[in-house]
């Protein structure tokens, strides 16, 4: 099982707001990145550190940590914002990463 | 452009090997941590293995003493030496860039930046 717990599957109505949260003891000693996959592709990096956003990620992407839980928040979710998310933090031996087990985001 | 290419990938028999290359170009791999992480069809993603900029190697609980991460600094290459392969290690093989930035003294996360599109390997009788 995994160390990082994510809800499996979150739905948001085209426009609107939509969290996904990543809760593991680790995330409270090290901020956890987020990574979107699109079907049959190659993750990509959207949220890393405090609040960070790689370039060409849209501003509509933004990051918090609370307690045990890192969120991704996507204000005014578009179509193209549907795909796996997952998250990733340090693993509690510190040594290594470990991922969350990903959460299916549907616009609807 | 700064980028990864992932090769090797096949179809193997319980019990074989396999090597996967990783192809880096515009970056040093030398110069960063270097990452595998796995993904079994229709599951989520697995951490495999890092390699750190001064040698020091990682592996996941599933795959230590099978795998090796290795790298050939000239070639800017990062390796995966997988044996004794299981049903279970057939997945889709990322290697990703991995970056590390402190936040304050002690303290520092890690994320990474740039993902190859992936090799597929296959273990099946």
């Known amino acids: 099982s995994s160390e990082l717990t994510q809800d499996p599957g979150v739905s948001v109505a085209l426009g609107q707001t939509v969290r996904i949260t990543c809760q593991g003891d680790s995330v409270r000693n090290y901020y956890a990145s987020w990574y979107q996959q699109k079907p049959g592709q190659a993750p990509v990096l959207v949220m890393y550190g405090k609040n960070n956003r790689p370039s060409g990620i849209p501003d509509r992407f933004s990051g918090s940590t609370s307690g045990n839980t890192a969120s991704l928040t996507i204000t005014g979710a578009q179509a193209e914002d549907e795909a796996d998310y997952y998250c990733n933090s340090r693993h509690s031996s510190g040594n290594h990463l470990v991922f969350g087990g990903g959460t299916k985001l549907t616009v609807l | 452009e700064v980028k990864l290419v992932e090769s090797g990938g096949g179809v193997v028999q319980p019990g074989g090997s396999l090597r996967l290359s990783c192809a880096a170009s515009e970056f040093s791999i030398t110069s960063n941590y270097m990452t595998w992480v796995r993904q079994a069809p229709g599951k989520g993603l697995e951490w495999v293995s890092v390699i750190f900029s001064g040698g020091t190697t990682y592996y996941a609980d599933s795959v230590k003493g099978r795998f090796t991460i290795s790298r050939h600094n000239s070639k800017n290459t990062l390796f995966l030496q997988m044996d004794s392969l299981r049903l279970e290690d057939t997945a889709v093989y990322y290697c990703?860039?991995?970056?590390?930035?402190?936040?304050?003294?002690?303290?520092?996360?890690?994320?990474?930046?740039?993902w190859g599109k992936g090799t597929t390997v296959t273990v099946s009788s």
């Open positions: 990703a860039r991995e970056k590390r930035e402190y936040s304050s003294p002690g303290d520092f996360y890690d994320y990474m930046d740039v």
